[in-house]
């Protein structure tokens, strides 16, 4: 289980930047962040668009660069909760999962659209 980020910074243009306890510096644009929500609706769509690259996405699903990152909410020592420009709000991103998905490392699990 990862350590909680010694420092979180949001950018609501732009994305989250997270400095580790390790001195480990990531960060993620807030349409990967949109994408790669681990919402149970999120999950299911990088599975159905895995399986068929055709997938029609959701109305209203922002890909446009309009997109921006309302606000960021802490929950517990675990994760951090993150509300988007076009409602979406129910992705909770554990420390363990961000470090997953850093878009900077190499191999991270970021086998998303």
């Not at 400095?19 to 609706?41: K, N």
């Not at 129910?90 to 961000?98: A, C, E, M, P, V």
């Amino acid at each position: 289980m990862s350590l909680p980020p010694r420092h979180l910074e949001l950018d609501r243009r732009r994305g989250l930047s997270v400095e580790w306890m390790d001195g480990h510096r990531s960060f993620y644009p807030v349409d990967f962040l949109r994408r790669m929500s681990p919402s149970a609706e999120m999950k299911q769509l990088r599975e159905e668009m895995q399986r068929n690259p055709l997938t029609v996405l959701p109305q209203g699903f922002a890909s446009s660069g309009a997109l921006t990152a309302e606000k960021a909410e802490l929950v517990g020592n675990y994760a951090v909760r993150l509300t988007f420009s076009d409602g979406h709000s129910t992705g909770i991103y554990s420390w363990d999962y961000l470090r997953e998905i850093d878009p900077g490392e190499k191999g991270s699990g970021t086998g998303a659209p």
